[in-house]
């Protein structure tokens, strides 16, 4: 089993920026994608960002592309998302999600999230 842990919400001005960490622990996998997905109130689940392992491919929602960046550091089995210019659209609980495997040893594990907060 894997546990993710999301950490560095919290409150940011319109136009801030945030860190956020995902943490991954348990019996972790050597190839996987790691997604941050958001959810607003009121609003459907959207895909922020993802990184692959191995290979450290991103991709982006198109508006989040220039503001936002995924990264991985593998020593500390921990991803990153890298929030600028945070928009006051864009208050949401924020999600990782390692997804990958085949046959017998597919897995889809979420964290609890974190909150991020825009306001002035």
């Known amino acids: 089993q894997v546990q993710l842990v999301e950490s560095g919400g919290g409150l940011v001005q319109p136009g801030g920026s945030l860190r956020l960490s995902c943490a991954a622990s348990g019996l972790i996998f050597s190839s996987y994608v790691l997604n941050w997905y958001r959810q607003a109130p009121g609003k459907e689940r959207e895909l922020v960002a993802t990184i692959t392992t191995p290979g450290g491919k991103t991709t982006y929602a198109d508006s989040m592309k220039g503001r936002f960046t995924i990264s991985g550091d593998n020593a500390k089995n921990t991803v990153y998302l890298q929030m600028n210019s945070l928009k006051p659209e864009e208050p949401a609980m924020y999600y990782c999600?390692?997804?990958?495997?085949?046959?017998?040893?597919?897995?889809?594990?979420w964290g609890q999230g974190t909150q991020v907060t825009v306001s002035s």
């Open positions: 999600n390692m997804r990958g495997g085949w046959g017998r040893a597919q897995f889809d594990y």
